[in-house]
């Protein structure tokens, strides 16, 4: 962890090598999807009908990321599982990173179907953002990431569920 500029009390804007660290994990699917070539891509052909959603999705989801990488506390250790709710927090977040990427294979598979990408691409994402925070007890970040699940899950909804 890498401190810069002090915000509030134990917060500051800086580095977190561990947030790092969970933002690339988060973003393996993506690197290694031009080397799967999936035969149909409906995540990467969606076209938001509702611009307001997508522009607030886009808001939070860009928030909870810098939030996640560039906000840290100088009172929380850098990796610790020590308390019950420690490690309640961070294996709910490794399940959420767990259920994004079993849900990839079936969609590089071609198994494909609405609420599967729903849950597994939409809703887990932001809960993997907001139990990290809640692991590190950076609040900023559950509350961002809290409003990027749901207007994330709403959107992957009205584009996988509704318009089907």
Same mark, same amino acid.
């Given at each position: 962890?890498?401190?810069?500029?002090?915000?509030?009390?134990?917060?500051?804007?800086?580095?977190?090598?561990?947030?790092?660290?969970?933002?690339?994990?988060?973003? %393996?699917?993506?690197?290694?999807?031009?080397?799967?070539?999936?035969?149909? +891509?409906?995540?990467?052909?969606?076209? +938001?009908?509702?611009?307001?959603?997508?522009?607030?999705?886009?808001?939070?989801?860009?928030?909870?990321? *810098?939030?996640?990488?560039?906000?840290?506390?100088?009172?929380?250790?850098?990796?610790?599982?020590?308390?019950?709710?420690?490690?309640?927090?961070?294996?709910?977040?490794?399940?959420?990173?767990?259920?994004?990427?079993?849900?990839?294979?079936?969609?590089?598979?071609?198994?494909?179907?609405?609420?599967? %990408? *729903? %849950?597994?691409?939409?809703?887990?994402?932001?809960?993997?953002?907001?139990?990290?925070?809640?692991?590190? +007890?950076?609040?900023?970040?559950?509350?961002?990431?809290?409003?990027?699940?749901?207007?994330?899950?709403?959107?992957?909804?009205?584009?996988?569920?509704?318009?089907?």
């Amino acid at each position: 962890m890498l401190k810069f500029v002090h915000i509030y009390k134990n917060y500051f804007f800086g580095l977190s090598l561990i947030g790092i660290f969970a933002f690339a994990i988060q973003e %393996i699917p993506y690197i290694i999807m031009p080397l799967v070539k999936p035969e149909s +891509n409906p995540i990467m052909n969606m076209q +938001n009908e509702t611009k307001w959603i997508a522009i607030v999705q886009s808001i939070f989801g860009m928030l909870s990321m *810098v939030l996640l990488m560039l906000l840290v506390r100088d009172d929380i250790p850098i990796f610790s599982i020590s308390t019950a709710k420690e490690r309640i927090f961070f294996t709910l977040t490794i399940c959420m990173i767990l259920i994004n990427f079993i849900g990839w294979a079936f969609y590089y598979t071609g198994h494909q179907y609405g609420w599967l %990408i *729903v %849950i597994s691409q939409f809703a887990v994402v932001p809960l993997y953002y907001l139990f990290f925070g809640l692991w590190k +007890n950076n609040y900023p970040l559950v509350g961002s990431a809290t409003i990027f699940f749901i207007i994330h899950t709403v959107n992957g909804y009205m584009n996988f569920i509704v318009k089907k």
